[in-house]
C-alpha cells in the first residue's frame, strides 16, 4: 500500500514558478514509476509527465517548462514548474504505478491533489 500526497500548489503570475512534491508513504516508492496528471475544470484529467529510474517523459506541451524528478531517500517526486501559463491551471495530482504511461488505469495509488492556479 502506498500513500501519496501532494503539496507546493499555490497561486502564481503568468511566468512565474512552482515546485510540487508528493510524499509517498511506504518502503517500496522506489520500485514504482511515478507521474503527475493534471484536471482543468471541465476537462479531462492528462499525463503531464513521468519518472521511471533515470527516464523522464512529458506530455508535449511542457517540455523545456516543467521538470519532474525523484529523491527515493526521501520517497518524494517533484515537479518543477516554469514559465507558467495560464493554460497550467489545474488541480495536479501525482500517481503510482508499474510503469509510465498517460492513461489513468494504469496507476494503482493516487494523491488527492493540489491546486495551480496561474493568473494573466
Known amino acids: 500500500q502506498v500513500q501519496l500526497v501532494e503539496s507546493g500548489g499555490g497561486l502564481v503570475q503568468a511566468g512565474g514558478s512552482l515546485k510540487l512534491s508528493c510524499a509517498a508513504s511506504?518502503?517500496?516508492?522506489?520500485?514504482?514509476?511515478m507521474s503527475w496528471f493534471r484536471q482543468a475544470p471541465g476537462k479531462e484529467r492528462e499525463f503531464v509527465a513521468g519518472?521511471?529510474?533515470?527516464?523522464?517523459y512529458y506530455t508535449d506541451s511542457v517540455p523545456g517548462r516543467f521538470t519532474i524528478s525523484r529523491d527515493n531517500a526521501k520517497n518524494t517526486v517533484y515537479l518543477q514548474m516554469n514559465s507558467l501559463k495560464p493554460e497550467d491551471t489545474a488541480v495536479y495530482y501525482c500517481?503510482?504505478?508499474?510503469?509510465?504511461?498517460?492513461?489513468?488505469?494504469?496507476?494503482?495509488?493516487w494523491g488527492q491533489g493540489t491546486q495551480v492556479t496561474v493568473s494573466t
Open positions: 519518472i521511471s529510474g533515470s527516464s523522464t
Open positions: 511506504g518502503r517500496t516508492f522506489s520500485s514504482y514509476a
Open positions: 500517481a503510482a504505478g508499474i510503469r509510465v504511461g498517460v492513461k489513468i488505469p494504469e496507476y494503482v495509488y
